[in-house]
Structure formats: structure tokens, C-alpha cells
């Protein structure tokens, strides 16, 4: 099995779950964190059995073009991936997280790692909640990174020992509404692109899961746009998806 652009893709967003082993509240955390979680759904986050989404990415410049369609169960960690692999034939897969050392090299190395890239564009706001060994910062009211006007800006630094890219930094432009607005990333390591910019709308509501499913904006420079369709929640209880709408 083979992931078309899984490379090039992981290296452009550099998006991904730091394992943070010894992660502690060692850290102040400014309230911030928990406002911007619960306006994205966070006190009904229980109440969810399944979340469904397709990640679509297009980077022009890079002739960079691919859909990723996941279905994703929070409490089990069950996760189904479908795609095509470099040869046009379809590509599916269904495993379980906790489970992932017996899974095929293909699921770990390509996979795996895809899924925590797609996730972490897709509910951002809850792992700057969960990830409680970086270093959130409120820097007050700034100017957008993008467009004109201002929001409160949230820097998120993750520490320099753990995960996929250790030292990066994810600064979050958050208006009034607790709704980000724009989207700032700053690679830690020499890795191209250093810095990727973009927007957050096209908000919808998947039950009680607040989701911006459009995103706009530049990579090094390079227009880029990924957005989020056939996006979907599963509550306890219920066997019908709640589009998002």
C-alpha cells in the first residue's frame, strides 16, 4: 500500500501528534485554552461515538492534490482510512490505534501518521486543550497574520524532545466569538516550508462539534488551500449520521 504525496505532504504541514510522555500543568495555562476548546464543543465531546471527515488538500506549486476520507471513533480509537495510492486503485483500511505496533509497516509509517495530520487541522482547538506539555501563551489583541483586522493571538510551543516536529510553534488568531480566525506555523527544525499562513472559515456544526471546513492561504509563500468535506458525527445512542451544516 502506498499513500500518493504522503511525504511531501507530512513535510509541507509538519502537522502532527506529539507524544509528550511526561506532560504535566507545570505551566500556567491561560484561560484561553479552555474557552476556545469548549466554543469548538468540548463539554459535548463525550456525547460523540464517531466523527467522519474527508481531508482535501491542493498546493499548486508542489502539483500537490489529494483527498483523505476517515472515519474515527474517540472512545475505541477505531479508525477507517480510504484514498487511492500512486497507481489510481482505491485504498482502505480499518485499525485500531492502540494497536498499531501489530498493524503493517504501511498503516504505521504512512497511515497513522496521515490520520494525526488530518486530525489535527480538523480539531486543533481540543489538542491545544489536550496537549498540556506546550506552552500556550495569550499575547493579546495583535494584527491578522493574513487580511486586515484584529483577534487575540494564542501562541502553542511544543517542547523541543518529542514527536514528529519537536519545537514548533502554532499561533492561533481567536476573535470575539472564541471562533480562529487565522492560522500562523512556524517550523522548529530546518525542514522546508518554515512557515505556513491560513485562514480558518466556512464554520458548520456536526452536532455539537464546531468545524471549520475551509482554509486559505500560503506555504513558504505558495498558495495553498485544504479544506474539509462529508463532514459527519455519530452520537451515543444513535446509529444516523448528523451532517454538518
Known amino acids: 500500500m502506498t499513500n500518493s504525496g504522503r511525504n511531501t505532504r507530512i513535510g509541507l504541514l509538519g502537522f502532527a501528534l506529539l507524544v509528550l510522555a511526561t506532560a504535566s500543568w507545570a505551566q500556567q495555562r491561560p484561560p484561553i485554552v479552555e474557552k476556545l476548546a469548549k466554543t469548538y464543543g468540548l463539554d459535548s465531546y463525550g456525547q460523540i461515538e464517531a466523527i467522519r471527515y474527508t481531508f482535501n488538500l491542493d498546493v499548486p506549486a508542489l502539483k500537490l492534490k489529494l483527498a483523505h476520507s476517515w472515519e474515527w471513533e474517540p ?36 497511515v497513522d501518521p496521515a490520520f494525526v495530520n488530518d486530525n489535527y487541522w480538523f480539531i486543533f482547538p481540543f ?62 527544525g530546518a525542514q522546508k516550508p518554515s512557515l ?12 455539537p462539534l464546531l468545524v471549520s471546513t475551509e482554509h486559505r492561504g500560503t506555504a513558504d509563500g505558495a498558495p495553498l488551500h485544504l479544506w474539509f468535506s462529508n463532514v459527519a458525527v455519530k452520537l451515543a445512542g444513535s446509529d444516523k449520521w448528523m451532517e454538518a451544516k
Open 127 to 188: 489538542h491545544v486543550y489536550w496537549d498540556t506539555g506546550a506552552t500556550v501563551t495569550d499575547e493579546g489583541m495583535q494584527k491578522l497574520p493574513m487580511g486586515t483586522g484584529s483577534a487575540e493571538k494564542v501562541a502553542v510551543k511544543y517542547p523541543s524532545g518529542g514527536g514528529y516536529t519537536p519545537g514548533d510553534t502554532w499561533t492561533l488568531y481567536v476573535g470575539k466569538d472564541g471562533r480562529v480566525e487565522a492560522f500562523r506555523y512556524d517550523r522548529g
Open 75 to 110: 472512545k475505541t480509537g477505531q479508525v477507517t482510512f480510504e484514498s487511492k495510492a500512486k497507481d489510481g486503485k482505491p485504498v482502505k483500511v480499518t485499525y485500531k490505534r492502540s494497536e498499531l505496533s501489530s498493524q503493517p509497516d504501511a498503516v504505521k509509517n504512512e
Open 196 to 207: 505556513v499562513i491560513a485562514s480558518w472559515t466556512g464554520y458548520k456544526m456536526a452536532g
